[in-house]
């Protein structure tokens, strides 16, 4: 296997976060997918949302499971926490990092095989326990590692390359993640980075489960004219829920302007966001609403990208188990080893 390494050169002009660190701060090895791969659009997202948030790269921590889509982490931030588990088993990997420190964000990958197959289980208790990450599943409906079978999130009557119709109904991730409990949910597609890049830059910073389900056309073996997952049918038939856009956290700016119509907001960086707001009544708070659109325009054969659900109000794992503030890594062993007579006490008060 030959390996190219990425020069070490960089443009002098490469624009800086507040930080100081450019782009190149937050890449990783260079990729080993296929060319065109989605996958590896999705790993130019990420790098660009990190960046942007200013987020050190040691204060992140990714994990994945196995698949193409789980190889990607080695692509961005390069300077951060890893582990590569099992397969299906990412989340109990990122479950323990979440609960030892919970002062890392959290980006966990993985694809539509390791997450709606052998790790079903595993994606069920993370999203209902609340753990407070950025879950991301690049979907492309089929095996690729192992030559294009079909995935489980494959599409009831699409085709495989060699023309061989998918029998079964798909399992819808999104919808899962909705009757679940998750607080942030959504879905994009790889070949729209407008789109995607604020997605992901939302879902690191809220304070909950984020999962975003990205469709990622599988070049080799799910980009053909018969696929549901590929390039073309999924640039024809997308609908994008909201026009949406992330704002860092900072002073309360307010508008007030009817629907249908355009206002500009003044920024606190001196930069002018442009408001259009939509005539549809749709409401990015209403579970149950967000779960049955997905499901009425899935019937139509349509994807339905964009942010679909968020609750304000979000809990993580810490605020349910009341844990204290201070990471567990950072305890000493007698903060977490208090002794017999600690235990004993504690045993009594279940008596």
Same mark, same amino acid.
């Given at each position: 296997m030959t390996f190219v390494a990425k020069p070490k050169a960089h443009h002098p002009k490469l624009p800086k976060n507040e930080l100081g660190l450019t782009r190149r701060d937050y890449e990783g090895s260079v990729s080993t997918l296929c060319a065109g791969c989605g996958h590896d659009s999705v790993s130019a997202a990420i790098v660009q949302a990190c960046a942007e948030l200013s987020i050190p790269p040691h204060m992140f921590a990714k994990v994945s499971g196995i698949g193409c889509s789980s190889k990607t982490p080695s692509y961005f931030l390069g300077n951060s926490h890893g582990f590569?588990? @099992? *397969? #299906?088993?990412?989340p109990s990997v990122a479950t323990g990092a $979440?609960? !030892?420190? =919970?002062?890392?964000?959290?980006?966990?990958?993985? #694809?539509?095989?390791?997450? !709606?197959?052998? #790790?079903?289980?595993?994606?069920? *208790?993370? @999203? =209902?326990? =609340?753990i407070n990450m950025l879950y991301v599943v690049d979907n492309n409906g089929t095996y690729g590692l192992t030559k294009g079978q079909f995935s489980a999130t494959n599409d009831l009557g699409s085709t495989s390359k060699k023309g061989l119709p998918n029998l079964y109904e798909p399992i819808d991730l999104v919808?899962? !993640?909705?009757?679940?409990? !998750?607080?942030? @949910?959504a879905r994009s597609f790889s070949g729209d980075k407008r789109q995607l890049v604020p997605l992901l830059k939302a879902g690191l910073m809220h304070e909950g489960f984020a999962f975003i389900d990205v469709i990622s056309p599988c070049v080799a073996f799910?980009? *053909?004219?018969?696929?549901? $997952?590929?390039?073309?049918?999924? =640039? #024809?038939h997308s609908e994008s829920m909201i026009a949406s856009d992330f704002v860092p956290p900072g002073e309360e700016i307010t508008a007030d302007y009817e629907p249908g119509t355009t206002e500009t907001v003044q920024m606190p960086d001196g930069s002018k966001l442009h408001l259009n707001k939509l005539d549809a009544d749709y409401d990015p708070h209403d579970r149950v609403a967000a779960l049955a659109h997905v499901q009425q325009r899935a019937a139509a054969g349509e994807i339905v990208t964009g942010l679909l659900y968020v609750d304000p109000d979000a809990t993580d794992t810490h605020e349910i188990l009341n844990t204290i503030d201070t990471p567990l890594n950072q305890l000493n062993e007698a903060e977490l080893c208090p002794g017999s007579d600690k235990l004993h006490s504690i045993n009594e008060s279940f008596r």
């Open positions: 590569n588990s @099992v *397969h #299906g088993r990412m $979440k609960l !030892a420190n =919970r002062e890392l964000y959290c980006i966990g990958v993985s #694809g539509d095989g390791d997450t !709606a197959s052998i #790790g079903m289980g595993q994606f069920a *208790h993370i @999203v =209902r326990r =609340r919808s899962m !993640a909705l009757q679940l409990g !998750a607080s942030f @949910v799910n980009n *053909h004219s018969g696929s549901t $997952k590929s390039y073309e049918y999924v =640039r #024809g």
